[in-house]
């Protein structure tokens, strides 16, 4: 049996563009220290083509749309990271996110802040915020140069 090829999450990266669109090449800054992260999660619709006359009294189906899913990130806690999700949080608009894979690759979305809650508020923990994002559109993924 040969080795594993899997690689660990040490020394992924979560970003979101700084520069404005249409400025190549495009600039993205970390939005803080990533303790999790979920990636883009997407999923098909279906889209139901029984007839009467279906094959086998059998429902018949398509793929749909899909669904984009949800990111997210759950950040340690710090004044400047609570001020970027402030600020992205605030904007209604989509941003341009990036994650960075520790082999190089890298993957791009659009999306918007759902949420963000400062968590582990206790006697010896960590505080954390945890930053929800909705996806819009494809992702876009690239093999490491």
Known sequence: MSESEGITADGMSFSHRTSAAGVVPKVFAEIGQVISATLPNPSRGTVERSHLKSPGKTREYKGGMIEPGESGVVL????????????????????????????????TFFGFLTGKSTEGAEVDSLLTLNVPIKVSGVSVYEEPA
Not at 81 to 103: C, M, V, W
């Open 76 to 107: 340690i806690y710090a004044p400047a990271t609570r001020t970027k999700a402030d600020a992205l949080f605030g904007s209604e608009e989509n941003h341009e996110f990036q994650i960075g894979y520790p082999d190089g690759a890298t993957e």
